[in-house]
């Protein structure tokens, strides 16, 4: 059965739109991990505009189930990392003009940065997840250099706007996660996924956790953190 991870960012994004001190994430957090949730995420962005280090290593203290970071492989990301210790460092690509994170790391490209960053986290103990789009070349360059996951970028699947396009971009992720199995890496799954798109991920089995922030963070406005959690946790149990 698939896990679900998270993510409290949107949550310091309030926060910081008035510059005061709440809603607080880490109380998020603690919220999300009562109503079941099996990890919790947090993206500490060069540009800090919603979680910022002290968040982070908040939550390093507090989080029972499992702190997952997300961050890219800089120097300075690299350090906050092996002082802080969080479970799992998710390795994304960052642009500070994006709105939110708009592709998977290019690992063609950058392979050699991303082979040091990704045996340096593993040398402290830290398991390391590489964020990519469903692209074949893309998994078997991150089963070279030794990543322990992927998570396969579902943005271009959850955003498509026609049945034709939903189901080729289904296709591509059906594919990433059956060839990242047979390399015998753990599989996760995240970005833009809703109440909604999370049904088409039913019978794919080899999606080992979804990573969901925004959809969760909007739902509990209304619904209070417990019920938005719940009512994810309940759609994943039903794939
Ligand atoms: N996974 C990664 C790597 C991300 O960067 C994000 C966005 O921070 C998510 C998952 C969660 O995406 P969403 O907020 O759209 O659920």
Do not use: W
Not at 109 to 121: C, D, I, M, P, Y
Not at 125 to 153: N, R, S, T
Request: with cysteine; net charge negative.
């Amino acid at each position: 059965m698939a896990q679900l991870a998270v993510n409290v960012d949107h949550v310091a994004t309030l926060r910081n739109a008035r510059g005061i001190n709440y809603p607080e994430p880490v109380t998020a957090a603690v919220a999300a991990e009562t109503a079941g949730a099996d990890g919790i995420v947090v993206h500490l962005r060069e540009d800090r505009r919603h979680i910022n280090e002290r968040d982070v290593r908040l939550l390093r203290k507090i989080v029972q189930s499992k702190l997952i970071l997300e961050m890219a492989a800089t120097t300075e990301m690299l350090g906050i990392a092996l002082d802080i210790k969080p479970d799992c460092v998710t390795l994304v690509p960052e642009k500070r003009e994006e709105l939110t994170t708009e592709g998977g790391l290019d690992l063609i490209t950058h392979q050699n940065h991303v082979r040091e960053a990704v045996a340096t986290l593993k040398n402290a103990g830290i398991d390391v997840c590489i964020f990519i789009d469903p692209d074949l070349d893309q998994i078997k360059v991150a089963h070279k250099i030794d990543a322990d996951m992927i998570e396969i970028h579902t943005g271009a699947f959850c955003d498509a706007t026609t049945r034709v396009q939903k189901q080729r971009e289904f296709f591509r992720i059906v594919d990433a996660a059956k060839i990242g199995t047979k390399l015998k890496l753990e599989v996760n799954a995240g970005h833009g996924i809703c109440y909604n798109t999370i049904k088409a991920f039913k019978g794919l089995s080899e999606i080992s956790e979804f990573s969901i922030g925004h959809s969760i963070i909007a739902r509990a406005i209304l619904t209070g953190m417990d019920q938005a959690v719940r009512d994810m946790k309940q759609l994943i149990l039903a794939l």
